[in-house]
């Protein structure tokens, strides 16, 4: 069974305060693996899709990179408007199932 | 205007009611989803269709109905609304590429909030 779990639930940082999420995953080949953000009672907001071991993508202070086992999304430097909750999904390989998605990182950054 | 478009976007209702949640889109998608999001577990799939003559259940299928008028059109039904399904419901779309770098990505309504009372 596909599975995707993130770490931690929740995150606090000051501003200007790097750190990393976590998102761990299992699944029967992987077609892509996707990083969205969520605003409090919003609809999630597509970042990135990575596809293969090694692989980077960056947007502005984001930074999401890719192993065999787990994707990390690394923020630089964050302000105050980076405060939202993270969520990671995966595809497998058919492409004929819908994406599973991890439960999120709630990241609050503080001025 | 917005791609995925819910309708409506708040609704209280009472137990036992009908009530309806549409979706439409104009990203001329062929896939659309049904998810509902409650706090601590994440966005869970209820009900998903890859073409107008497609329709599958999710992982928490049971009390919904679905049913796809168009290829831009997506509703979701409660025939007897129960106070846990009180939740906020997110409609979604994709397109699968084909490719090296084939993708699926979901594309996501604003979401509609609904209390069962």
């Known amino acids: 069974e596909d599975q995707v779990t993130q770490s931690p639930e929740a995150l606090r940082l000051q501003e200007g305060e790097s750190s990393s999420l976590n998102c761990s995953y299992t699944v029967s080949g992987l077609r892509g693996l996707f990083w969205y953000r969520q605003d409090p009672g919003k609809g999630p907001e597509f970042l990135f899709t990575?596809?293969?071991a090694g692989e980077e993508k960056e947007k502005e202070r984001l930074k999401a990179t890719l192993t065999k086992k787990e994707s990390f999304l690394h923020i630089t430097a964050p302000k105050p408007e980076d405060s939202a909750t993270y969520l990671c999904?995966?595809?497998?390989?058919?492409?004929?199932?819908?994406?599973?998605f991890g439960k999120g990182t709630r990241l609050s950054v503080i001025a | 205007d917005a791609d995925v478009t819910q309708t409506p976007r708040n609704r209280i209702t009472k137990t036992g009611k009908r009530i309806m949640l549409e979706c439409s889109q104009t990203k001329g998608h062929d896939r659309m989803y049904w998810y509902r999001q409650d706090p601590g577990l994440g966005l869970r799939l209820i009900y998903y269709s890859f073409d107008v003559k497609d329709i599958n259940k999710g992982e928490i299928s049971d009390g919904y109905s679905v049913s796809r008028q168009a290829q831009a059109k997506f509703s979701l039904s409660l025939e007897s609304a129960i106070p846990n399904q009180t939740a906020l419901y997110f409609c979604?779309?994709?397109?699968?590429?084909?490719?090296?770098?084939?993708?699926?990505?979901?594309?996501f309504g604003p979401g509609t909030r609904l209390t069962v009372l």
């Open positions: 999904a995966v595809q497998a390989a058919s492409g004929n199932t819908p994406l599973v």
């Open positions: 990575l596809y293969s």
């Open positions: 979604a779309t994709s397109d699968p590429t084909s490719g090296i770098t084939s993708t699926d990505t979901q594309y």
